[in-house]
């Protein structure tokens, strides 16, 4: 605890509802332990940069109710390269900063692995609409894009069911498909396309075709964006030439990406929040903050990224070498639990969405 006079808070990558939530649990968990608080603005450009605000508790006051990230985020090319990480680490020197709590997705983990590595000890949150990293079950921002990704699909369906019309609707998620997945099935969608799993159009069409001489008006088809963007407006003009129900494509993009975080984002950004900072003060480094079960737990950063990789069937030849057989097995079990979560809920959506 000696060793921490004073650390520094990171919003890095896409943002994500409950980031702020997340900055206020930090900020006050260090200072309630003596720990001084520098706000870093836009991620790792920030930090080269040395954009940074003492935080005191007053600083994150009236902000957990508000979506984005008020330290603003950023992509920053430069803090990939060496002479960006030295820029980085002198600054951390320069402003004092011991340690880092670092909110993001992989790429921001990766970031803080290498601050890590050169003597500045991170801790990641992870916060992404994506859910796409596979050692946790939950991302902060996920429960708010969901939610917000499902009201938009409610609105879709009242004017699809006047106009018997067919919606395909794109959703983000960069290449996973959880956000269309899990929205698809509590929207009662006729069908969702994800990256994870094969896709048999004709089928669908068929589907459509059935559904709709038994006197169905409304089709929501929910495509994940990992498709690609060619492929829900491509298929939108197929569904009207091959069935003869009208169809329009919308692409909903950022819109769920920002807004006011539900409930569960600001409960998982608190905790995760006060958990990181413990983890930090206690002498830990490189780890992720993961929640499993009803549990959080920290898990190496260098094991969640080689877990995603094995996730999406990248492994690389090396990549499971520093590893025991339990650990391998622990990934592979993480892994096989995520797709076949997924595997269920698109099959459920097909199965109900008649
Ligand atoms: P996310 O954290 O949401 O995955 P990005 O992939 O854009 O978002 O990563 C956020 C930032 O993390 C990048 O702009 C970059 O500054 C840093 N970063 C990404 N990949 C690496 C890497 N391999 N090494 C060091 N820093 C990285
Ligand atoms: O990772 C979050 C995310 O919103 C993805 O769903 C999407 O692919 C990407 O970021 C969009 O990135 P940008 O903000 O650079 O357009």
Known sequence: MEKFKRIGVLTSGGDAPGMNATIRAVTRTALAHGVEVVGIYRGYSGLIAKDVKPLTLRDVSNMMNHGGTVLYSDRCPEFKTEPGMQKAIAACRELGIDGIVAMGGDGTFRGATDLTLRGVPCIG??????????????????????NTTLELIDRLRDTCESHARSNVVEVMGRHAGDLAAYTA???GATAVIVPELPFDEEYLLKKIRTSRALGKRNFIVVV???????????????????????SRFARFAHVVRGGVPTLRDRMLGTMMGEYAVEQL????????????????????????LITDRMYKGKLQEGDLAPYTEEQVAEMRALCNKKHEFLASLCHSVDKLGL
């Open 125 to 146: 949150i992870p916060c992404t609409i994506d859910n796409d990293i596979t050692s946790t079950e939950s991302t902060i921002g996920f429960d708010t894009a969901m």
């Open 185 to 187: 099935l509590a929207s």
């Open 224 to 246: 994940s964006e990992g498709m690609g963007s060619d492929f829900a407006p491509a298929l939108t003009e197929r569904i009207e030439k091959e069935t003869g129900v009208e």
């Open 281 to 304: 003060l206690e002498g830990k480094s490189k780890l992720v903050i993961c929640k499993r079960d009803a549990d959080l737990v920290a898990t190496d950063i260098s094991f969640a």
